[in-house]
Each structure stands twice: as structure tokens, then as C-alpha cells.
């Protein structure tokens, strides 16, 4: 492998002249990649922005280079980003550039580097879109053929990036349902590093499409190089990070193919998923910054509207669904400021009622023995009420004690000549969304739910099973192998069309709990459940995680009961508030069994939620002590755009005797400016010592407060949790 960077120098002192090196810039970083018409392209150079002198000076002194998106077949030792056998059963690809064209776009330039094999007719293009207002590179490719007959794709990354060696940082996301989103930070070493999904479904309970690299060394908040890589993907994905003898890192993602090999058809056009990739000085908070904007701009669904704190009925009433319990919670919501309900699970089913998850899936009739009025009776009470109204689906699914199934056997997902392997419940199954007619099915519900229905406000979308059978009823044979790619090729066709007739519909992505936290599915969805554990000890952690790649504006956090029902942790109301309120707040909680104190202590959170919403939901992360440093506390904040408001949390996380918390600096703040303190959610008798006192940014990002390690109430009420939530304006 060293000889292909000796190689590589030695031609380019060759080739100088030839030289064909394109800058993709965004507005603080570039990436540079040499295209020199016949040769295969070259990574130069991604990190800060380069201004043109330096770039000269750079390719001057012949930078070592990195082939841009390696192939399998003349090279054969390399980790490759593509491998296909042709027509007639040679498995090399050689791809040399052809052109390179530029498109302005309304929001960048899209830079697209052709390549051909000189050999076959196979043809790729490798994309990558620089935004001019926020710094992240999509890059993706799309590849094509005139072969006699289909050429199978082996493997076929969305892209590649070379990290120079160093002391080099892996931080990823890994955990399993209700423990979704923990923070894995590890150097990176020798050996081929791969984090994978291949549940078919849902795609981020166990492993997370995104990653940092810290260069730098070991990750940091506030400082240090870091890259951000998120993979825009639905389904199974395949992230590899190969350390060979050379001085570079190989990064390569996009889908997992295996058992995904793909049989592309003459002149049939298959287009990788995109791969964001983000750069910032300002350590991993940075990049979290970047991919933060980025995605409320352009890679979600109403990415600048406030969202709508809200009461989601499952953890309070399971499938007990019904009329009276729902116009009680509505009541008890609006009661308490929130502004949506959403029925949950339980709600259908006519011959099967879903009174538990064993059956009625895909029956998306109202059980008129609990709803005697139907979801329109339960719009007609939300708006009576005053607040929104919101419901539950799991479209992609069904069960094998349900109408649906009855009627339509070979719409699930089964093997041919097998027995069906079912899912939760001992009967779930997942429907073929390869298929046109349950893409129909699936948006016809849509259809009549909001035809009948115009003022539904949210769905929250299910999904709770694994692709567990492989094997397509709808495709051929011989294309088995694209189970998983047409799985999804479905459910992005779904969400288009729905997203086509019904714009403005709140829709969270629900997949026992956080599986689909992904920028892939987050274009056409408002948000997703972070996690079915609502334990806020525990959600600090998942959140802290998730927050890396993903804003609070896209993470539902509610407040639930105690003992919680995941963990069974008994945890003080104003803790579980205030990590909620880090995030989308809402409630997942039966009102009724709440006290009237507990009642108040909500309502006066949700009140403050509200101012502080814009500046959670929209403004700028800084991360400052993470509960993963094992140092008692965890504190983040948010800033807004024009620094003049900020929210800080603090939460201590264990407490002892004798203990010795540090204080915590913050960040992000103007340091000429003067900012006011005022706790929010406050439970002390006393304010605290700051309390509408001033400080300059300066002052708090150097020295931080001082912030009791207990709450200030009456001896009863002692509680050994404690928390904070400071709302800092400017003066
Ligand atoms: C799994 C989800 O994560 C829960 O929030 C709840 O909606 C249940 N499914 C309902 O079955």
C-alpha cells in the first residue's frame, strides 16, 4: 500500500501540467480533488477553507494523494469503494475522468467528476454538492451501463475520505432499543474498523449511520479538527474505516450490500445515498453545529418551525384506549399548556382489536368500542378543547391475525418455499414495501385518514420489526438480492407521495423508539423518538449522543412517570423536566395520576418552555461536560444565532457525600456582551445567589457560575437529585 502513495507522487511530478484540481468550498472549508482527464480522481485535501494562494502553494509542493473512490480489480489489495462483474464475468472496474462539469444550484455548486471504464461501457459519476451557507459536502455517486446484459454490483460506496494519520479519533453511536444513541469513542488503529446495520427496517438502535474523527486526538467539545460523516440512508448501511501501512485512514460509506448484491440493468441508473460530511476546528460541538444547520435547512421536514409541546398518550394508557380516557388527557394537557395529543397505539381494529400487539396491524379501522365517534369525534373534542390532535400508525406492518393479512398473504415480506419467522408479538410481519400496491395500501391510508380527517395535525409512524425473512413475494427471483434496496426505494416513494399531498402534517419517525434517528429518513419527518426509554437519568446519555448529529428541534423528550416504566428509577418531577426540556418537550405520562403540585410545576415548565423554545429548537449547540467524563455533572447549551439569548443545562448525575463538582465555563456566548441569569423551573425557596444578577460572556465562558450542589427546599422535600436550567439575556 506505502508504494501507491510513492506511485501516486511520482506521477504527479509527471502530470503537473496536466493537472485538473477542483475546489469544493463551502464558506469555512474545502475539499480539493484532482481530475486529470484519463486518470482516476484523486483526494488532495478536506479540512478548513483554503484561500487560492494556499491552494497553489499546496499542489506546488505535490501533496501526497488518495484515489477519490477506489475500485476493485486492478489494485486488488486496496479496500475498494466499488466492485461489479460484468456481463461477461470480468470483475475489474477501472474508472478514468472524462470531464468535470460545475452547476450552480440555488443554494451551492454541485461539482460532478465523470468517469468511464476505457474498457466496458460503465460509466459513474461522482457528486459532491458544496453549500454556500453551511458548511457540509453531500457527495454521492450515480453509475450506468450499456452492457449486453446487467452488471452486478458488489459493492457500491456513496463515498470515501483519507484522514491523515495521526492520533486519530473514532467517536460513533451504538446501543440497542432503550439504550439507544451511547456515545463509543476509540482511537483509531490498524485493521479494518466497520460499524454495520442490517436490521432491513429501521437503522439506528444498535449502530448510528454517523461518525467523528477527532483529529486531534482524543475527542473534544469546544476544540480540536474534527470531521463529521453521516450517511443519508433509510436502510442497511456499511461504514468501514481500513488503517493499512500507508499514512491514511480510508473512510468509506454507503450501503451494506451484503446479501444486497445489486443486478443493474443496461442503462438503468443507480444513485448511491448521500454522504454529509461536515469539518470544524471547533471540535465535535462544531460539527454538531454544522450538521445541526444544515439539516433544519435542508435535510428535514419544517426544519424552522417551532414544534408543538405535546402529550402522547402510550406510556400513560398502553392500548386502553378509550373516548372518555383521550378527552381527559386532552383536557389535562391544554390544562397544562401543551398544545397537541396524539393517540397512540390501541386506537384500531374492528374484527381484531388491537387490545395488544399480537394482532390487527394493517386493520386501520377505528374500534368503534372504544371510539364510538370515531377519529373525527376526537378532532371535534381536541378543537373544542383548544389543542391539536395527533395519531398513531405503524404503515409498514401487520400482523398475522389481522383482515389485512387475510386478504393479502403475499404482501408481506417471506421467503419463497419458508415457513414466516414473525416479529413482536409472536405475529408481527413486515409488508413488501417493494410492492406497488401496498405503496398504494400504505398511502391510501394517509388518504383517508386525512380526507376524513383535514385537521389532523401529526402521525407518529411506527415501526417494530426487522426485515427477519428475506424474500420478496412481488420481486422475480432472480432479483431477491434487492430485498433490502427496493425496501426502501418503497418507503422513500411513500413518503414523497404523502409528503406531495400533505405538506404540512407533523410526522415523527417512531421505530421502537429511536431506530430511525437518520438523515436519511428525515426529509420527509419532523422528528424522531429518541429512545422508548424515557428514564431521564439514562436520556441524558442517549441525548448527549444523539445531539451529535441530530438538533433538539428532531428529539422528542417527554416527561414520564415515576417509577419510571423502562428503568423503574424513581426520579424527582423538576429532574425529569428538565431534561426533557433539552430537547422537543412533551409528556408521556397519565395526568390524572399527577398531584396538583406536580400539575403546576409542568405547567409553569411548559410556560417557560415556550419562551426558551426557539433558542433550544433553533440555536446553537455547545457541549460542555459530557456524563460519559464520569465527573458527576453533564451541561450543554444553546445559544441563539445572534448570541444574545442562551440556555444552559446542568445536571448532576450521582451524588455523594463530600463531593467536589467542577464548575463548568460555557461557551458560545459573546464575550463583550452582558448577560442576565434567571433559573427557569425553579424549586428552591430561595433564588439562587445569581439570580438577575449580570455577568459578560467573557466572565461565564472563563469561569462559569458557581451552581449549588442541592436544591434550597424545605427539609421534606430533600431530594438527592439536582438540576438547573439558566436562561441568560443579553442586557
Ligand atoms: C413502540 C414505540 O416506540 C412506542 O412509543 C409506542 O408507540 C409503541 N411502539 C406502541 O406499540
Given at each position: 500500500m506505502k508504494s501507491f502513495a510513492v506511485f501516486l507522487s511520482a506521477f504527479l511530478l509527471a502530470s503537473a501540467a496536466l493537472a485538473d484540481v477542483h475546489e469544493i468550498s463551502t464558506p469555512s472549508t474545502t475539499l480539493l480533488l484532482r481530475a486529470d482527464v484519463g486518470d482516476f480522481p484523486r483526494y488532495v485535501y478536506y479540512g478548513a477553507h483554503l484561500k487560492s494562494s494556499d491552494i497553489a502553494t499546496l499542489l506546488d509542493t505535490r501533496p501526497a494523494e488518495v484515489a477519490a473512490y477506489p475500485t476493485y480489480g486492478l489494485d486488488t489489495p486496496s479496500e475498494a469503494a466499488i466492485a461489479v462483474t460484468h456481463a461477461d464475468g470480468n470483475m475489474t472496474l477501472d474508472l478514468k475522468v472524462r470531464s468535470v462539469e460545475e452547476k450552480a444550484e440555488p443554494n451551492g455548486i454541485l461539482t460532478i467528476v465523470h468517469t468511464e471504464d476505457p474498457v466496458f461501457p460503465f460509466q459513474l459519476d461522482l457528486c459532491y454538492r458544496a453549500y454556500d451557507d453551511v458548511d457540509v459536502i453531500e457527495t454521492w455517486?450515480?453509475?450506468?451501463?450499456?452492457?449486453?446484459?446487467?452488471?452486478?454490483?458488489?459493492?457500491?460506496?456513496?463515498?470515501?475520505?483519507?484522514?491523515?494519520?495521526?492520533?486519530?479519533?473514532?467517536?460513533?453511536?451504538?446501543?440497542t432499543w432503550a439504550d439507544e444513541g451511547r456515545v463509543c469513542e476509540e482511537p483509531l488503529t490498524p485493521g479494518l474498523k466497520v460499524i454495520r446495520n442490517r436490521d432491513g427496517v429501521r437503522n439506528s438502535h444498535t449502530s448510528h449511520a454517523e461518525v467523528m474523527f477527532s483529529l486531534d486526538g482524543q475527542p473534544q467539545e469546544l476544540t480540536g479538527r474534527t470531521v463529521g460523516a453521516a450517511l443519508c440512508y433509510s436502510g442497511n448501511y456499511r461504514l468501514r474505516v481500513q488503517t493499512d501501512d500507508s499514512d491514511w485512514h480510508r473512510f468509506f460509506a454507503g450501503i451494506c450490500e451484503e446479501n444486497s448484491e445489486y443486478r443493474l440493468a443496461p442503462r438503468e441508473k443507480f444513485v448511491t445515498p448521500v454522504l454529509a460530511l461536515a469539518y470544524s476546528a471547533e471540535g465535535m460541538s462544531g460539527v454538531s453545529r454544522i450538521f445541526h444547520r444544515w439539516g433544519r435547512t435542508y435535510k428535514m421536514a419544517h426544519g424552522k418551525q417551532p414544534r408543538q409541546v405535546l402529550l402522547n398518550s402510550w406510556e400513560g394508557v398502553y392500548f386502553d384506549i378509550n373516548e372518555d380516557g383521550m378527552h381527559q388527557m386532552m383536557r389535562d394537557i391544554k390544562d397544562m399548556g401543551g398544545e397537541l395529543f396524539v393517540m397512540d397505539d390501541g386506537w384500531f381494529g374492528d374484527k381484531y382489536p388491537r387490545n395488544r400487539d399480537t394482532c390487527s396491524l394493517g386493520d386501520w379501522v377505528v374500534d368503534?368500542?372504544?371510539?364510538?365517534?370515531?377519529?373525527?369525534?376526537?378532532?371535534?373534542?381536541?378543537?373544542e378543547i383548544g389543542i391539536d390532535f395527533g395519531i398513531w400508525y405503524e404503515p409498514e406492518m401487520t400482523n398475522s391475525t389481522s383482515e389485512l393479512f387475510e386478504a393479502h398473504p403475499d404482501w408481506v415480506v417471506k421467503a419463497d418455499k419458508r415457513n414466516l419467522v414473525y416479529g413482536r408479538g409472536g405475529t408481527q410481519l413486515v409488508l413488501d414495501l417493494?410492492?406497488?400496491?401496498?405503496?398504494?395500501?400504505?398511502?391510501?391510508?394517509?388518504?383517508?385518514?386525512?380526507?376524513?380527517?383535514?385537521?389532523?395535525?401529526?402521525?407518529?409512524?411506527?415501526?417494530?420489526?426487522?426485515?427477519?425473512?428475506?424474500?420478496s413475494q412481488y420481486l422475480t427471483r432472480d432479483l431477491q438480492s434487492?430485498?433490502?434496496?427496493?425496501?426502501?426505494?418503497?418507503?422513500?416513494?411513500?413518503?414523497?407521495?404523502?409528503?406531495?399531498?400533505?405538506?404540512?402534517?407533523?410526522?415523527?419517525?417512531?421505530?421502537?423508539?429511536?431506530?430511525?434517528?437518520?438523515?436519511?429518513?428525515?426529509?420527509?419527518?419532523?422528528?424522531?423518538?429518541?429512545?422508548?426509554?424515557?428514564?431521564?437519568?439514562?436520556?441524558i446519555y442517549m441525548q448527549w449522543g444523539t445531539s451529535y448529529f441530530f438538533p433538539a428541534i428532531a428529539m422528542a423528550s417527554h416527561i414520564s412517570a415515576a417509577p419510571n416504566h423502562q428503568t423503574f428509577r424513581v426520579i424527582p418531577l423538576k429532574f425529569r423536566i428538565d431534561v426533557a426540556m433539552s430537547g422537543r418537550l412533551g409528556m408521556e405520562i397519565q395526568p390524572k395520576n399527577m398531584t396538583d403540585e406536580e400539575k403546576d410545576l409542568c405547567r409553569k415548565a411548559i410556560a417557560q418552555y415556550k419562551e426558551i423554545r426557539p433558542i433550544v429548537q433553533m440555536?446553537?449547540?455547545?457541549?460542555?461536560?459530557?456524563?460519559?467524563?464520569?465527573?458527576?455533572?453533564?451541561?450543554?447549551?444553546?445559544?441563539?444565532?445572534?448570541?444574545?439569548?442562551?440556555?444552559?443545562?446542568?445536571?448532576?448525575?450521582?451524588?455523594?457525600?463530600?463531593?467536589?463538582?467542577?464548575?463548568?465555563?460555557?461557551?458560545?456566548?459573546?464575550?463583550?456582551?452582558?448577560?442576565?441569569?434567571?433559573e427557569l423551573n425553579r424549586i428552591d425557596n430561595n433564588p439562587l445567589p445569581f439570580e438577575g444578577k449580570s455577568f459578560t460572556g467573557a466572565y461565564l465562558m472563563a469561569n462559569g457560575l458557581e451552581i449549588p450542589y442541592t436544591h434550597d427546599v424545605d427539609y421534606h422535600k430533600r431530594i438527592a437529585w439536582a438540576s438547573r436550567v439558566l436562561l441568560l439575556e443579553k442586557e
Open positions: 455517486t450515480e453509475m450506468t451501463h450499456q452492457e449486453k446484459k446487467p452488471v452486478l454490483l458488489r459493492m457500491f460506496a456513496s463515498g470515501t475520505l483519507p484522514l491523515r494519520r495521526g492520533n486519530v479519533w473514532l467517536s460513533s453511536l451504538h446501543g368503534r368500542r372504544k371510539l364510538p365517534n370515531g377519529i373525527p369525534g376526537l378532532v371535534k373534542a381536541a378543537k417493494a410492492n406497488p400496491k401496498v405503496q398504494d395500501f400504505v398511502v391510501g391510508l394517509f388518504d383517508e385518514l386525512m380526507t376524513a380527517n383535514p385537521d389532523v395535525r401529526y402521525v407518529k409512524w411506527d415501526a417494530n420489526m426487522s426485515i427477519m425473512n428475506h424474500g434487492h430485498l433490502y434496496i427496493e425496501y426502501h426505494r418503497g418507503f422513500a416513494a411513500i413518503c414523497d407521495r404523502i409528503r406531495a399531498k400533505y405538506p404540512d402534517l407533523v410526522i415523527q419517525a417512531c421505530a421502537s423508539g429511536g431506530g430511525r434517528a437518520n438523515w436519511g429518513v428525515m426529509p420527509w419527518f419532523d422528528e424522531f423518538w429518541v429512545s422508548d426509554n424515557t428514564d431521564a437519568l439514562q436520556r440555536g446553537n449547540i455547545y457541549r460542555l461536560l459530557s456524563p460519559y467524563k464520569h465527573q458527576s455533572l453533564a451541561s450543554l447549551m444553546y445559544v441563539s444565532d445572534a448570541r444574545d439569548k442562551a440556555v444552559f443545562y446542568w445536571w448532576k448525575l450521582e451524588t455523594f457525600m463530600d463531593e467536589h463538582l467542577p464548575r463548568v465555563p460555557m461557551a458560545g456566548l459573546d464575550p463583550n456582551a452582558t448577560y442576565t441569569v434567571r
